[in-house]
């Protein structure tokens, strides 16, 4: 079975840093999702990476995938109140069909 | 297009009740899921289903059953509820088993089991 780990699980950061979201799996796959979900909300696609190396980049949020460390990256530049969420990573097995979540970053941005 | 829908939003049963969780799509996605999402826990897969009339268990598909009998629908059926299956309930699709296009979910199912 596929275990995905998330650090940290809860994050309270003010306005203008910088942090990153650490996303370890621990089997062999060779893509990696993130999502972000607001309170009460469904989760919406925020990258798709498909392959060892990738780097996707939106707004103030840029996603990697290192498949040789079995690691992914969520780096939050200059943070602003409008990121306070929470982010999953997800990863699926070779074989398909089972799709793996991270148990979650609580994101809280301090004015 | 109305992308992933499921109903109901809200659903509060009684030990032992049965109910049929809705989710329907209309992008034409070949794959769909059912997780659930409890606290700490992130989102656990339930059944899923690569095809019209083809449907595999998850991780925790014990008190559920699923049918897809239409590339469109994919129901989840409660047999016989315990307050262990409270939870909210995310029906999911994708073009591909392999989400090349990542997954779409729905808006979700909090159910209560009192």
């Known amino acids: 079975e596929l275990k995905v780990e998330q650090n940290p699980l809860f994050l309270s950061m003010q306005e203008g840093k910088n942090y990153t979201i650490y996303c370890n799996y621990s089997t062999t796959s060779d893509r990696l999702y993130w999502y972000r979900q607001d309170p009460g909300k469904s989760l919406e696609s925020l990258f798709v990476l498909l392959s060892n190396g990738a780097v996707k980049q939106e707004g103030r949020l840029m996603a990697s995938l290192d498949t040789k460390a079995r690691l992914s990256t969520l780096h939050i530049t200059a943070a602003v109140h409008d990121l306070s969420a929470t982010y999953f990573c997800a990863v699926d097995m070779y074989t398909g069909n089972q799709f793996y979540f991270g148990t979650g970053t609580s994101l809280t941005v301090i004015p | ?114």
């Open chain 2, 1 to 114: 297009n109305a992308g992933v829908t499921q109903t109901p939003k809200f659903q509060v049963l009684k030990t032992g009740q049965s109910m049929t969780l809705q989710c329907a799509q209309d992008m034409n996605h070949e794959y769909m899921s059912w997780y659930r999402q409890d606290p700490g826990m992130g989102l656990r897969l339930i059944h899923y289903s690569v095809g019209a009339g083809i449907t595999d268990q998850g991780e925790v598909p014990n008190g559920y059953n699923v049918s897809r009998s239409t590339t469109e629908d994919f129901p989840l059926r409660l047999l016989s509820a315990a307050p262990s299956q409270t939870s909210v309930y995310f029906c999911a699709s994708s073009y591909s088993n392999r989400g090349y296009y990542g997954y779409t979910f729905g808006s979700g199912t909090r159910l209560t089991v009192v």
